[in-house]
């Protein structure tokens, strides 16, 4: 079956350090990958897509998502957090087999130290 | 534009009592969906509307009906709430084509049963 993980439920950074949040995927046909970001109390917000060509992937927010297929992973970075960065992260994924479908992984809370 | 609005905001139901929570969007899309998020599991699909006229099933439709009413409009009803439905329901939009698979979500639904 199809699935995505994020290992990490909650992480905490101090304000300036940088941030990584793992994301790795199962599926066997080549995926469209995205993050998404979510505010408390808020919808969700589209960081970053990849869908083909260069793996490094830029995005809003200072966010950059690299796709590493001999790895499964499509993990999301940035250099040094700012306050505001504290949320909720999603990873979703797509394939064209699935049409319509995204499916999301568990979250990951990020919570930001003074 | 608004983008995909979804009403009420926040709603308390007994349980049996029956609601219908409203979704619309601006920006002409095809394909509408409804989630629920739980804590620690992401957003599950409920049900989809991949254009105008058709519903699909999702990973979670049982407890729920579905209307596409148009091409803006996507309700999601619960006939007859249980407790296991309290979640926060978002909606979400995306133009159907061959490259476009990111989803657009509404400010979400806060649904308590109790």
């Known amino acids: 079956a199809q699935s995505v993980t994020q290992p990490d439920i909650h992480i905490t950074v101090s304000e300036g350090a940088s941030l990584e949040l793992r994301c790795n995927y199962s599926y066997g046909a080549t995926p469209y990958l995205f993050w998404y970001v979510q505010s408390p109390g808020q919808g969700l917000q589209l960081l970053l897509k990849y869908f083909s060509g260069d793996t490094l992937v830029q995005g809003i927010k200072g966010f950059e998502a690299e796709f590493k297929r001999s790895q499964s992973s499509f993990n999301l970075r940035k250099p040094s957090v700012h306050w505001s960065d504290a949320a909720e992260y999603f990873c979703?994924?797509?394939?064209?087999?699935?049409?319509?479908?995204?499916?999301f992984g568990g979250g990951t809370r990020v919570l930001v130290k003074p | 534009n608004a983008g995909v609005t979804q009403t009420p905001k926040f709603q308390v139901l007994k349980t049996g009592q029956s609601m219908t929570l409203q979704c619309a969007q601006d920006?002409?899309?095809?394909?509408m969906y409804w989630y629920r998020q739980d804590p620690g599991m992401g957003l599950r699909l409920i049900y989809y509307?991949?254009?105008?006229?058709?519903?699909d099933k999702g990973e979670v439709p049982n407890g729920y009906n579905v209307s596409r009413l148009n091409k803006r409009e996507f309700s999601l009803r619960l006939e007859s709430a249980a407790p296991s439905q309290t979640s926060v329901y978002f909606c979400?939009?995306?133009?159907?084509?061959?490259?476009?698979?990111?989803?657009?979500f509404g400010p979400g639904t806060r649904l308590t049963v109790t």
């Open positions: 979400a939009s995306r133009i159907s084509g061959a490259s476009t698979y990111e989803q657009y």
């Open positions: 509307s991949a254009s105008e006229g058709t519903t």
């Open positions: 920006m002409n899309h095809n394909s």
């Open positions: 979703a994924v797509g394939t064209k087999a699935a049409g319509n479908k995204l499916t």
